[in-house]
């Protein structure tokens, strides 16, 4: 199967130089396409460009700061969606909001390099390729299998993008990143509300009700396994608490209360779970910090 890479300028050419390695190991007979020069550069497309766009089933879009407002882009884009089906056009979003994305771009679905966006981008590709299809549990292990070689590739140029954009764009960026956290905290809070055990899981909150009760009633023993799960919580939460409390002056009034409120009741979830590390935890207080497991 045909699929069309559209990029412009040089990150986004080295991105799509990744993807067209990568996208291969998905599903071997996915052909990516992308042509060797900057389209902007260019006032006419090549005979063979013009050939591989018709054949392609699939396009994706590689969309940076540099190059979103690109016209020949959006030109390219627009070509791609009437050669190939409805639905089969994805601009992958680098460093960007679905937000930023505006017309005609913003007509597409477009997706963020995130984990999650980028397998829903793949199930797609996957469907397009119709009789040679991967089977949807095949396709999860392979994706699973090869995502790591796709991020580890694209993360240099993440930061090579980030450190060619003008300060006041990188510090919007941070921002972003800081308020999309937040965003995030309150919605775990809402469900949290609602389901005090939902923070750790049923399991993990079963857990650790039953390592209060070991023989010596005392000291807690953690397998390395259980011990480390604890750890990269309260590590995680450790430096995002910081990033956090300084960018909350950054809201409004109100917004500067709710979010110095789910702070304040994530560090509460964070004590107990050391306290369980080191022994001093106990079923009451386990139960009052997240709730009850039937």
């Not at 963020?112 to 797609?124: G, P, T």
Request: hydrophobic share 40%; charged share 25%.
């Amino acid at each position: 199967m045909k699929l069309f890479v559209s990029w412009s300028q040089d990150v986004s050419r080295q991105i799509a130089q990744e993807f067209r390695e990568w996208l291969p190991l998905i599903n071997q007979t996915i052909e990516p396409f992308m042509s060797e020069e900057d389209t902007d550069k260019g006032a006419h497309w090549s005979s063979t460009i013009r050939r591989e766009l018709e054949q392609s089933a699939f396009g994706i879009v590689i969309l940076t700061a540099e190059n979103i407002e690109s016209t020949w882009l959006h030109f390219e884009a627009g070509a791609i969606a009437k050669s190939v089906e409805e639905g089969r056009v994805v601009p992958i979003l680098f460093e960007l909001k679905h937000s930023d994305v505006h017309q005609p771009l913003s007509m597409f679905q477009s997706a963020l390099f995130e984990k999650e966006d980028i397998f829903r981008v793949v199930k797609s590709i996957n469907f397009a390729a119709g009789a040679s299809a991967r089977d949807e549990r095949q396709l999860a292990t392979v994706f699973e299998s090869f995502w790591p070689r796709l991020e580890t590739a694209i993360k240099p140029k993440l930061a090579k993008l980030r450190s060619t954009l003008p300060r006041h764009q990188q510090k919007q960026l941070e921002r972003d990143r800081i308020l999309e956290e937040l965003l995030l905290l309150g919605r775990q809070q809402s469900r949290i509300l609602s389901n005090p055990a939902g923070l750790v899981g049923e399991e993990i909150l079963a857990l650790l009700l039953r390592l209060t009760r070991e023989p010596d009633g005392t000291a807690i023993r953690l397998v390395q396994k259980e011990r480390d799960l604890v750890l990269a919580l309260c590590g995680r939460w450790g430096k995002l608490e910081h990033e956090l409390t300084g960018y909350v002056d950054l809201l409004d009034a109100r917004e500067k209360r709710n979010a110095r409120q789910m702070i304040g009741r994530f560090s509460a979830y964070v004590k107990e779970l050391q306290a369980v590390l080191t022994g001093t935890a106990t079923t009451q207080s386990i139960i009052q910090a997240f709730g009850s497991s039937s």
